[in-house]
């Protein structure tokens, strides 16, 4: 079983509509709970970050961490062509090591 | 502030060559990571640094080197390269966090290499 488990899509939606994604992890250590965007050819770069369970906003983005379920989502308000990425979720024990989810391609169609 | 920076940006390789991949970052940060990311992958980890001299295996550490012997550099060698190690590899570096912020890793641009 791996330690993070993340959709690879591909997932495709239009312009405006409510995007989840969404990872299941196994290593209930986790308490760093992390959302990278990758741009094509591009590196990632982080989007949200939640410590422990709880959730958090940021303009059209809300990062929800269920750690009772190990469960871990991202929510995408008004999607935007310009939100066309790869979304990886990431999480830590606390130390510097992240584990990376494989990753879910999205595509928002105008 | 340039940020990570990574040489070559792609780079062919044939089975058996060796190559060396550059990482240079200016934010002094102390950490320091090589990951590789294959198509519907995600991130693995190959080596990290918690600071100068000092480097330790991740998860996929076979048929590569590092060293770090100043704060801004990370270069990841690949001995007697294999079609297995195709792949986009990412340089990205940190900070010591502090309180409950998760501390950030800044990747470089990455770079493409194909070993045939």
């Known amino acids: 079983q791996k330690e993070v488990e993340q959709d690879p899509g591909p997932l495709s939606v239009p312009e405006g509509a409510i995007v989840s994604l969404n990872c299941t992890y196994s290593n209930s250590a986790f308490q760093y709970f992390m959302w990278y965007r990758q741009y094509s050819r591009k590196g990632p770069e982080l989007l949200m970050y939640?410590?422990?369970?709880g959730n958090k906003e940021d303009g059209r983005f809300t990062a929800q961490v269920d750690k009772s379920s190990k469960y871990i989502s991202l929510f995408i308000r008004d999607s935007q062509p310009s939100d066309s990425a790869t979304y990886l979720c990431?999480?830590?024990?606390?130390?510097?090591?992240?584990?990376f989810g494989q990753g879910t391609r999205l595509t928002i169609n105008p | 502030n340039a940020g990570v920076t990574q040489t070559p940006k792609f780079r062919i390789l044939k089975i058996g060559q060796s190559m060396t991949l550059q990482c240079t970052q200016d934010m002094n940060h102390n950490y320091m990571y090589w990951y590789r990311q294959d198509p519907g992958m995600g991130l693995k980890l190959i080596y990290y640094?918690?600071?100068?001299?000092?480097?330790d295996k991740g998860e996929v550490p076979n048929g590569y080197n590092v060293s770090r012997s100043t704060t801004e550099d990370f270069p990841l060698r690949l001995e007697l390269a294999a079609p297995s190690q195709t792949s986009v590899y990412f340089c990205a570096s940190s900070e010591f966090p502090t309180g409950q912020v998760a501390y950030e890793q800044y990747f470089g641009p990455g770079t493409r290499l194909t070993v045939t």
């Open positions: 640094s918690v600071g100068a001299g000092i480097t």
């Open positions: 939640t410590y422990s369970s």
């Open positions: 990431a999480m830590s024990q606390g130390a510097q090591k992240l584990v």
